[in-house]
Structure formats: C-alpha cells, structure tokens
T-cell receptor, first 112, second 112 residues
Framework: RKEVEQDPGPFNVPEGATVAFNCTYS??????FFWYRQDCRKEPKLLMS???SGNEDGRFTAQLNRASQYISLLIRDSKLSDSATYLC?????????????FGSGTKLNVKP | NAGVTQTPKFQVLKTGQSMTLQCAQDMNHNSMYWYRQDPGMGLRLIYY???????DKGEVPNGYNVSRLNKREFSLRLESAAPSQTSVYFC???????????FGPGTRLTVT
C-alpha cells in the first residue's frame, strides 16, 4: 500500500468554482502534513502546511482528519492561475521520521 | 538569496556513462534531499542527509551515490547510467525535520 494516495484527476472546473481534493495516508502516527503546488515542468512549491485544527490562507483551506487518515484542500473562487498539480505530502514515522512521502498529485484545470 | 540551485538543468547520457548532479542551498538548512520524479509516480526519495556528515537511503537508492560535501552542498552521482534512470531529479532542503522543504529547479536527465 502506498504511503500517500491521491485522486490523479484531472479536475476540470470553471473560473469561480469551488473545488476540493482529498488525500489519504497510511500511517496513523504521521505528524506533519503539507500541500505543495507544482506547475508544469517546474519544481514543487509549498502551498500550505496542514494543522490539526485546520487552517486557511486566503481562498485556500486545509483540513486534517486523523480518525479517517485524510487531509483535504479546498479552493474557493478558482482562478485560471490555480491550474497546476497539487501534491499531498506526509512525513514518515519511527525510523522514517526524517523522510517525506509525496502523493502522485491531483491535476487541476481551471477554464475560462 | 538564490535558495536551492542545481546544475546542470539538462543532461543526455549514454548507457554506462557516469555523471554527478550538483545541489547547493544558501538558507543554512541542516537537511537536504534528492528525489526523482517520473510520470504518474510522484516524487520518490533517493537519498537524504539529515545533517552535515550523515546520509541515508530513501525509497529508490540503487544505482546512485551521494556526498554531503558541507552544509551547503549535496551531490548525487550516477556511476553507470541506465535508461531506467531517465527522469527529472530534484534537490530539496529543509531547516529541520519535519518542516517544509524547498526545492531546486530540477535536472532533466535522459539516458539513451
């Protein structure tokens, strides 16, 4: 079983739509969670960390559900510039504490 | 502040050739990482260095070696390149574990 799993999409949405992605992780002891954004042929860039209480940054909201072992990302009022691949990242535990595990990404296309 | 830099940006090798990918960061981060990214696979950790003087294997270390030359620099060596090593290679650094990582622009490697 993969450490982190995401729906690859693509999610095709019109401008102004609200879209949500989920990501599941396999190890219940994981402590750190992130969403990264990756544009085509570019490096991943941190979008936001995900805190236990949930957190918001402008149009973006991240939630953590430890009981069901998933994290989510909600994007409100989608812009054309939000088109990218969104990567879910979870850190390892125990001996693998120093490692980060990446999902394969969810592709978002925002259309005019 | 350049962040994380990688050289070269592009490289074509013949099977059996060797090369070293260079990575440097100017953020005074302790931890550095090498990943490869293949279509549909997400980022997979090759090697990481939690601090200067230490290196550890990631998920896919076979065929690679690394050197943490000093706190700033972390190189990845392919001793005898194989077509299966055709990929995009990203270097990343992190202040401490398990905080967010910052990525370099990547090296696109093709092995023929």
């Amino acid at each position: 079983r993969k450490e982190v799993e995401q729906d690859p999409g693509p999610f095709n949405v019109p401008e102004g739509a609200t879209v949500a992605f989920n990501c599941t992780y396999s190890n219940s002891a994981s402590q750190s969670f992130f969403w990264y954004r990756q544009d085509c042929r570019k490096e991943p860039k941190l979008l936001m960390s995900v805190y236990s209480s949930g957190n918001e940054d402008g149009r973006f909201t991240a939630q953590l559900n430890r009981a069901s072992q998933y994290i989510s990302l909600l994007i409100r009022d989608s812009k054309l510039s939000d088109s990218a691949t969104y990567l879910c990242v979870v850190n390892g535990v125990g001996y693998n504490f120093n490692k980060f595990y990446f999902g394969s990404g969810t592709k978002l296309n925002v259309k005019p | 502040n350049a962040g994380v830099t990688q050289t070269p940006k592009f490289q074509v090798l013949k099977t059996g050739q060797s090369m070293t990918l260079q990575c440097a960061q100017d953020m005074n981060h302790n931890s550095m990482y090498w990943y490869r990214q293949d279509p549909g696979m997400g980022l997979r950790l090759i090697y990481y260095s939690a601090s200067e003087g230490t290196t550890d294997k990631g998920e896919v270390p076979n065929g690679y070696n690394v050197s943490r030359l000093n706190k700033r620099e972390f190189s990845l060596r392919l001793e005898s390149a194989a077509p299966s090593q055709t990929s995009v290679y990203f270097c990343a650094s992190s202040e401490a574990l398990p905080y967010e990582q910052y990525f370099g622009p990547g090296t696109r490697l093709t092995v023929t």
